[in-house]
């Protein structure tokens, strides 16, 4: 393992590079001709007052003279063993040691809150999935209830009929039964009578029974029969799940106390449409005097409610909830900390939410027609396309305490006729192709 090879290679290397008369690391060392090593004055010392030639303190090889070389590669890494065992070399190490176990054991730290906060959020993603599956299987459950409940019923109702039915026809069967069965027995007598009259004078016609009379031609109709059951059944559950609807469409109609003057609205209430015409309408504190609102005459503190608005192929809009609350005489950007949750429309295609700053949304579409979901209870108001009912945007810091349903169907820019907006009190529209 190269952790435990290292100290030994480095304890290896130091013995090879200490002298063997003074034990230590070498100090300026030389080399004899046998190749063996030793300090510069570790060697002088031992071959001091040797006459004539000098051995080898390590392999005792003899030499003539006192010749050595000095071996600069040697000195060089005997330079640095000694500089990476020095003592502030050591400390150093420690030190980078320390720091970078510090600095590792902080990337830990961080790590393990981080995979800590990966499975809560696991955790949470699992909970709140199976919340809402218990959710749409128990709204599903209800849907396929309604469903079988109307299936049920049906067919309770064509046995019944059916049954209905054959009991007039075998009554009638009957009844024609017991006629033919007189008939015939009145035939008998008469037939006798005839068969008799060559012999005997006829005095009187025989006794005949009275016959029961029936209707040869009774009135059962099989069209009218199979016609009702023969029918656009699915249009049928539709509009039976359309009235079971928890919560049913609110049929909104416009409060014209809260028009601004210049907002027309139609006799019937469901209509606004922005005119160049100003009204001079009865003073109202409800009002709306900067901004080209109004707001339905429906409002809700508690409870889900929905309502389909449908803004045609108008270029911009704002619609929503608003505040019961709502300043009317002001001049107010539509955010939800003013009291607003809106969703609007600009230049045609730039679609936004009403937060500060606006959240714009990508549709791949132009809604004609928006469904407003309000749930005063969860706090949330959330925008459909109607045509699909596919999600465009939904506050979850919904309103606390009584909103109104909001429009706006903004100043025209001259060019383009005014478009109104419309309040949708039957969804049964054919979608648009
Ligand atoms: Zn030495
Ligand atoms: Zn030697």
Not at 29 to 52: A, D, E, N
Not at 77 to 106: C, F, G, I, P
Not at 161 to 172: G, M, T, V
Not at 327 to 338: F, T
């Amino acid at each position: 393992m190269a952790a435990e090879a290292a100290p030994c290679t480095k304890s290896s290397l130091r013995e090879d590079l200490t002298c063997a008369i003074c034990c230590d690391l070498f100090r300026d060392p030389v080399m004899l001709t046998c190749m063996h090593h030793f300090c510069k004055l570790c060697i002088s010392r031992y071959w001091r007052g040797t006459q004539g030639p000098v051995t080898c303190p390590q392999c005792r090889k003899e030499f003539s003279s006192k010749h050595f070389q000095t071996n600069y590669l040697v000195a060089a890494m005997v330079e640095k063993v000694r500089a990476t065992t020095s003592d502030t070399y050591v400390k150093n190490l420690e030190k980078q040691v320390k720091e970078t176990l510090e600095d590792h054991r902080l990337k830990k730290e961080d790590l393990v809150n981080s995979v800590r906060r990966d499975k809560e959020k696991m955790n949470i993603i699992k909970r709140v999935g199976s919340d809402l599956e218990a959710r749409v299987k128990g709204e599903y459950r209800a849907l396929h209830q309604i469903l079988l409940d109307e299936e049920t019923c049906m067919l309770e109702q064509l046995r019944r009929e059916q049954e209905e039915e054959l009991e007039k026809a075998q009554r009638h069967l009957e009844a024609a039964e017991q006629a033919l069965k007189e008939l015939e027995e009145n035939m008998e007598a008469l037939q006798q009578c005839s068969a008799a009259s060559g012999s005997v004078v006829l005095t009187e016609l025989p006794h005949l029974r009275p016959c029961t009379q029936v209707d040869v031609t009774p009135d059962f109709d099989i069209n009218a029969f199979s016609n009702k059951y023969v029918a656009p059944l699915g249009y049928i559950a539709w509009r039976r799940m359309l009235k079971s609807l928890k919560p049913g469409p609110s049929p909104l109609t416009f409060d014209t106390d809260t028009a601004h003057p210049n907002i027309h609205v139609s006799r019937d209430k469901t209509m606004a449409v922005e005119c160049d015409v100003t009204n001079h309408p009865s003073h109202h504190s409800k009002r709306f005097l900067q901004c080209v609102n109004i707001l339905a005459a429906q409002g809700f503190h508690s409870g889900r409610h929905y309502w389909e608005v449908d803004v045609g192929s108008s270029s911009k809009w704002d619609l929503g909830v608003a505040s019961e609350a709502v300043d009317r005489h002001a001049r107010i950007k539509l955010s939800p900390e003013n009291g607003y949750w809106t969703l609007r429309l600009r230049k045609g295609n730039e679609y936004s939410a009403g937060t500060q700053p606006w959240t714009r949304l990508q549709l791949g579409s132009s809604p004609q027609r928006i469904g407003v979901f309000l749930d005063c209870d969860e706090r949330k108001v959330s925008f459909y396309n109607s045509d699909d009912m596919s999600l465009l945007y939904a506050f979850t810091n919904g309103p606390r305490g009584k909103v109104f349903p909001f429009f706006s169907p903004c100043i025209s820019d001259g060019r383009n006729k005014p478009h109104p907006i419309k309040l949708l009190h039957d969804l049964f529209i054919p979608l648009s192709a």
